[in-house]
């Protein structure tokens, strides 16, 4: 629902001749409500900016000063700053991104049992993993079932060892 504006910035860039333009970014939850509030602003459609790319997420129309005035006045446009706007960025592609399968952490040795394999349980075919519960079950089975039984914890991962690589 909400619209968000960032701070104006100039962007000497756009007339290397004259003095720098000021703009900002207006961006929005869906592209359907981006457009509704540029149509709002009278921001013609062609301004609307998707660059291409793995992350092509910063779908925005560029604002002026006087159309980011009126999207805050009017429109309700939170204002954000650059950091939360990087984080409201992450926080999109995080949703847009499809969903990966969760992939099981199966490094302990306890997952291989020496004595042989025993049918997996959920395809019987042979193999010496084991999981947690002690059922023989192969990892990518394992995977597959979790995948089709979100928040069920039949299969699990090892616990995660402390790692120092955490904050990004
Ligand atoms: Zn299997």
Redesign the pocket.
């Known amino acids: 629902m909400p619209l968000y504006v960032d701070d104006l910035a100039a962007y000497p860039d756009l007339a290397p001749e004259g003095p720098p333009i000021k703009g900002c970014h207006l961006l929005a939850d869906t592209r359907d409500e981006l457009h509704t509030a540029a149509r709002h602003l009278h921001v013609p459609r062609t301004w609307f900016r998707e660059p291409d790319g793995p992350t092509g997420v910063r779908w925005h129309y560029p604002l002026g000063p006087q159309h980011r005035t009126r999207a805050v006045r009017d429109l309700g446009a939170l204002q954000l700053d650059r950091a939360a706007l990087a984080e409201l960025l992450r926080t999109r592609l995080r949703d847009e991104a499809p969903p990966a399968r969760d992939i099981l952490d199966w490094h302990d040795s306890r997952h291989w049992d020496p004595t042989g394999d025993q049918p ?1 349980t ?2 019987d ?1 042979p ?1 010496p993993l084991r999981a947690h519960n002690g059922e023989a ?2 990892k990518t ?1 394992a995977e597959a079932w979790r995948a089709d039984h979100p928040g069920e914890t039949r299969f699990v991962s090892d616990a995660p060892t402390r790692s120092t690589t955490d904050h990004a």
């Open positions: 997996c959920l395809c075919k193999t079950a192969h089975c």
